[in-house]
């Protein structure tokens, strides 16, 4: 029996050694906690797409990545026989960290941007390349590092680098497509910038106050570029809210700062680059103050409570410019030179008349004010938005056309007939349609759509007409969030083009002798949002 017994004990210890010895009873039963730590959370985005078009840059340094207006300072342009060609991707990983020793009170976020067209550079340093082959590119990109506090409840602090958006919502906590159709739908401001924003939300009513430094020059010099915000919404009814902003933008950077060697404001490159109005002053300094006083509405913003979604706004940019005449005259005393005053309204229906969100037939109408003659009668009455100061600085992309106005289907190259809804300074009334079904519910989608816009003003030796486009898309949604989409667009160009030079700004149709070629586009994507 005593045998039995030690034999017995023996075997046991055995087993107990063998199973200690086991991974899966060390990483499946130990020491894997009952739940997932959610202190750190972490999201992506990966959009992979192969294009062919036939617009494309003339100048090599801008190969890697072109923004702004189409045939405008950018060199872009448009060939009957050339065919641009190339395959693009990008990736944003967004990383979240919310620790429990804060009980959710504090959270930090950080986004980067890494993209590339295949196959252009390898073993360098910069944005927007890096995948030739050997690729070890120097290429990540911060888009957002910014930290919420939550001190109360409805209290939101946001600080740093964030989301510098025109709408009354929370970036962070709101789907990007409602961020599209309502308050101002980036159409003055839609990009990031750093600063403090300080939010408080009721049941049915929100207010956000914001100061977002654009540009900081000599620190202990009153040269700079400054943003402020007061922008509030509230519901009137189930369905209905309204909403009303106050922005105001400082500046005394005299056109530096900025993008690269564009400059940023009134009188640099950037604003033709980007298709605003220029205000040529030469090399005179000015400073600049603008407000804009605006309301917003929409009814059903969401599409969930009936068929019928109405959105809208009118804003109005109120300000001035002053000048020093002398230039060897004292930098405080400045000289009145042009008042500003230019609005811009925007009024969006939706009729969805199936089963699902893509369901649905949408109408979309833009008008802003031009300007027939400059500031040579010393004022301006156009309209001033982000894209003065950034490149892009405000993108009005949820129309649904392609090429005419902004899309958002974009990787490296982000180039429209109207980049901004200034239009140069000559206004412009736009309308779009389009007509969504889901063939297979939330498994395939189509599109087709249309776009027609024409210039308030008409520059010299043009027309109003600036284009009719036609498009469509299919999309075969593989699984949640992600989707295989073919896309596909043609713009038909309007006497707006036979224009060779602008009477007071940049060169309508990239000084060519004639109307350009007409810009078409297709591209096939891949898209993953990953969480």
């Given at each position: 029996?005593?045998?039995?017994?030690?034999?017995?004990?023996?075997?046991?210890?055995?087993?107990?050694?063998?199973?200690?010895?086991?991974?899966?009873?060390?990483?499946?039963?130990?020491?894997?906690?009952?739940?997932?730590?959610?202190?750190?959370?972490?999201?992506?985005?990966?959009?992979?797409?192969?294009?062919?078009?036939?617009?494309?840059?003339?100048?090599?340094?801008?190969?890697?990545?072109?923004?702004?207006?189409?045939?405008?300072?950018?060199?872009?342009?448009?060939?009957?026989?050339?065919?641009?060609?190339?395959?693009?991707?990008?990736?944003?990983?967004?990383?979240?960290?919310?620790?429990?020793?804060?009980?959710?009170?504090?959270?930090?976020?950080?986004?980067?941007?890494?993209?590339?067209?295949?196959?252009?550079?390898?073993?360098?340093?910069?944005?927007?390349?890096?995948?030739?082959?050997?690729?070890?590119?120097?290429?990540?990109?911060?888009?957002?590092?910014?930290?919420?506090?939550?001190?109360?409840?409805?209290?939101?602090?946001?600080?740093?680098?964030?989301?510098?958006?025109?709408?009354?919502?929370?970036?962070?906590?709101?789907?990007?497509?409602?961020?599209?159709?309502t308050g101002y739908r980036l159409a003055y401001f839609g990009t990031d910038?750093?600063?403090?924003?300080?939010?408080?939300?009721?049941?049915?009513?929100?207010?956000?106050?914001?100061?977002?430094?654009?540009?900081?020059?000599?620190?202990?010099?009153?040269?700079?570029v400054t943003l402020y915000e007061l922008i509030g919404e509230k519901s009137?009814?189930?369905?209905?809210?309204?909403?009303?902003?106050?922005?105001?933008?400082?500046?005394?950077?005299?056109?530096?700062?900025?993008?690269?060697?564009?400059?940023?404001?009134?009188?640099?490159?950037?604003?033709?680059?980007n298709g605003v109005y220029k205000f040529s002053y030469g090399d005179v300094?000015?400073?600049?103050?603008?407000?804009?006083?605006?309301?917003?509405?929409?009814?059903?913003?969401?599409?969930?409570?009936?068929?019928?979604?109405?959105?809208?706004?009118?804003?109005?940019?109120?300000?001035?410019?002053?000048?020093?005449?002398?230039?060897?005259?004292?930098?405080?005393?400045?000289?009145?030179?042009?008042?500003?005053?230019?609005?811009?309204?925007?009024?969006?229906?939706?009729?969805?008349?199936?089963?699902?969100?893509?369901?649905?037939?949408?109408?979309?109408?833009?008008?802003?004010?031009?300007?027939?003659?400059?500031?040579?009668?010393?004022?301006?009455?156009?309209?001033?938005?982000?894209?003065?100061?950034?490149?892009?600085?405000?993108?009005?992309?949820?129309?649904?056309?392609?090429?005419?106005?902004?899309?958002?289907?974009?990787?490296?190259?982000?180039?429209?007939?109207?980049?901004?809804?200034?239009?140069?300074?000559?206004?412009?009334?736009?309308?779009?349609?389009?007509?969504?079904?889901?063939?297979?519910?939330?498994?395939?989608?189509?599109?087709?759509?249309?776009?027609?816009?024409?210039?308030?003003?008409?520059?010299?030796?043009?027309?109003?007409?600036?284009?009719?486009?036609?498009?469509?898309?299919?999309?075969?949604?593989?699984?949640?969030?992600?989707?295989?989409?073919?896309?596909?667009?043609?713009?038909?160009?309007?006497?707006?083009?036979?224009?060779?030079?602008?009477?007071?700004?940049?060169?309508?149709?990239?000084?060519?002798?004639?109307?350009?070629?007409?810009?078409?586009?297709?591209?096939?994507?891949?898209?993953?949002?990953?969480?």
């Amino acid at each position: 029996m005593k045998k039995l017994i030690v034999l017995s004990l023996l075997i046991l210890a055995i087993l107990a050694n063998a199973q200690s010895q086991n991974p899966s009873n060390q990483y499946f039963s130990g020491e894997v906690p009952d739940k997932a730590n959610k202190e750190f959370q972490f999201l992506g985005f990966f959009i992979n797409q192969g294009v062919a078009s036939n617009m494309y840059a003339q100048s090599d340094f801008l190969k890697g990545q072109v923004v702004g207006r189409l045939f405008g300072s950018n060199t872009t342009n448009t060939s009957s026989s050339k065919v641009s060609r190339y395959a693009e991707q990008r990736f944003l990983p967004f990383f979240i960290y919310k620790p429990n020793l804060f009980d959710g009170k504090a959270i930090l976020r950080a986004s980067f941007e890494i993209d590339w067209t295949w196959g252009d550079v390898a073993y360098g340093v910069g944005g927007n390349l890096g995948s030739a082959i050997s690729a070890d590119q120097v290429n990540i990109q911060t888009q957002n590092i910014e930290l919420e506090l939550i001190p109360f409840a409805g209290w939101y602090i946001n600080l740093g680098l964030q989301r510098m958006f025109d709408s009354p919502y929370n970036p962070y906590r709101t789907v990007f497509d409602k961020m599209t159709t309502t308050g101002y739908r980036l159409a003055y401001f839609g990009t990031d910038g750093v600063g403090v924003t300080v939010r408080r939300e009721w049941d049915y009513s929100s207010l956000k106050a914001g100061m977002f430094k654009l540009y900081e020059n000599a620190v202990e010099q009153n040269d700079d570029v400054t943003l402020y915000e007061l922008i509030g919404e509230k519901s009137v009814s189930r369905a209905w809210k309204i909403g009303a902003s106050a922005y105001y933008v400082s500046d005394r950077a005299q056109g530096k700062g900025g993008v690269s060697i564009l400059g940023q404001g009134f009188n640099s490159l950037l604003a033709s680059y980007n298709g605003v109005y220029k205000f040529s002053y030469g090399d005179v300094p000015y400073k600049s103050d603008v407000v804009w006083l605006g309301t917003f509405f929409g009814r059903n913003t969401e599409h969930w409570i009936d068929p019928w979604m109405v959105t809208g706004f009118f804003n109005a940019n109120i300000g001035a410019a002053d000048t020093l005449t002398n230039k060897a005259v004292s930098k405080t005393q400045w000289t009145k030179a042009h008042d500003i005053l230019g609005f811009a309204a925007n009024l969006r229906l939706s009729y969805r008349y199936g089963q699902t969100l893509n369901d649905h037939a949408s109408i979309d109408v833009l008008y802003s004010s031009g300007d027939d003659n400059g500031i040579s009668d010393g004022k301006y009455s156009g309209v001033i938005t982000g894209n003065q100061w950034g490149s892009p600085g405000a993108i009005f992309i949820s129309s649904g056309s392609y090429i005419l106005l902004p899309h958002g289907n974009v990787v490296n190259r982000f180039m429209h007939a109207v980049c901004d809804i200034s239009n140069m300074g000559y206004g412009l009334t736009a309308i779009t349609a389009n007509l969504s079904r889901s063939f297979v519910p939330h498994k395939i989608d189509a599109k087709i759509g249309g776009a027609f816009a024409l210039s308030n003003v008409q520059p010299k030796g043009g027309g109003s007409i600036m284009g009719t486009e036609v498009n469509g898309k299919v999309a075969y949604n593989i699984g949640p969030f992600m989707s295989l989409e073919l896309h596909g667009a043609y713009l038909m160009l309007g006497d707006f083009y036979d224009s060779k030079q602008s009477s007071y700004s940049s060169s309508v149709n990239g000084n060519s002798d004639t109307r350009p070629v007409n810009p078409w586009t297709a591209f096939l994507v891949f898209k993953w949002l990953m969480f």
